[in-house]
């Protein structure tokens, strides 16, 4: 069995920032590339940054996001993180982790919420 464990998110006032952590159990976590996905009811699940297995990692960021999220991971811990800097009203939506591009089962998400 492997979960997937998002963590971080919260209320914060436009321009402020989070950190959002996903901690990965039961598998091989440094194995995997892995990636952040962001979700509003109604729309399609959109991936928003990812970062390749192995030390340091190769990442990648929608042109939404980039220059304010930035995505690492610690295969030490079983975690990746995504630094969010810069936060807008259009970023609220539930945050999740997976592995890509194979998936995990989805875990609950952390909600993300940027006030005006």
């Known amino acids: 069995q492997v979960l997937l464990e998002e963590s971080g998110g919260g209320l914060v006032q436009s321009g402020g920032s989070l950190r959002l952590s996903c901690a990965v159990s039961?598998?091989?976590?440094?194995?995997?590339?892995m990636g952040w996905y962001r979700q509003t009811p109604g729309k399609q699940r959109e991936l928003v940054a990812t970062?390749?297995?192995?030390?340091?990692?190769?990442?990648t960021y929608a042109d939404s996001v980039k220059g304010r999220f930035t995505i690492s991971r610690d295969n030490a811990k079983n975690t990746v993180s995504l630094q969010m800097n810069s936060l807008k009203p259009e970023d609220t939506a539930v945050y999740y982790c997976?592995?890509?591009?194979?998936?995990?089962?989805w875990g609950q998400g952390t909600q993300v919420t940027v006030s005006s």
């Open positions: 997976n592995r890509i591009p194979v998936s995990m089962a």
């Open positions: 039961g598998g091989i976590f440094s194995l995997y590339r």
């Open positions: 970062i390749t297995s192995g030390s340091g990692g190769t990442t």
